[in-house]
């Protein structure tokens, strides 16, 4: 069992930027995909941004390419998210995920374990 803990999530303007952390119990460990994945209120989860902590393969999707970066600190089995540039429509439930066996890109139903999530607002 890998268990997850999202963090960093508050209330900013449109424009600005937020930092959300990821601490997981271990992920380097096998070769675990470490998955953020955002829900809005209103709409079905969607993926964000994963990355693989033991070779640094990462993914991001269409709509945060170019704003967010994810990176991992496996020294601190944490996995970060800067996400720059925020919109309005970023607004959502950010949550965290691990996959236990591979490369799961963004396919959410692949991830084993989830964590609580923290709540990014972002004001017009």
């Known amino acids: 069992e890998v268990q997850l803990q999202a963090s960093g999530g508050g209330l900013v303007q449109a424009g600005e930027s937020l930092r959300l952390s990821c601490v997981a119990s271990e992920f380097t460990s096998g070769h675990y995909t470490i998955g953020w994945f955002r829900q809005a209120p209103g709409k079905v989860r969607e993926g964000v941004s994963c990355i693989s902590p033991s070779d640094g393969r990462i993914e991001y999707s269409d709509s945060v390419k170019g704003r967010f970066t994810v990176s991992s600190d496996n020294d601190k089995n944490t996995v970060y998210l800067q996400m720059n540039s925020l919109k309005p429509e970023d607004t959502a439930v950010y949550y965290c995920?691990?996959?236990?066996?591979?490369?799961?890109?963004?396919?959410?139903?692949?991830?084993?374990?989830w964590g609580q999530g923290t709540l990014v607002t972002v004001s017009s």
């Open positions: 995920a691990a996959e236990a066996t591979g490369w799961a890109e963004l396919q959410q139903w692949e991830y084993d374990w």
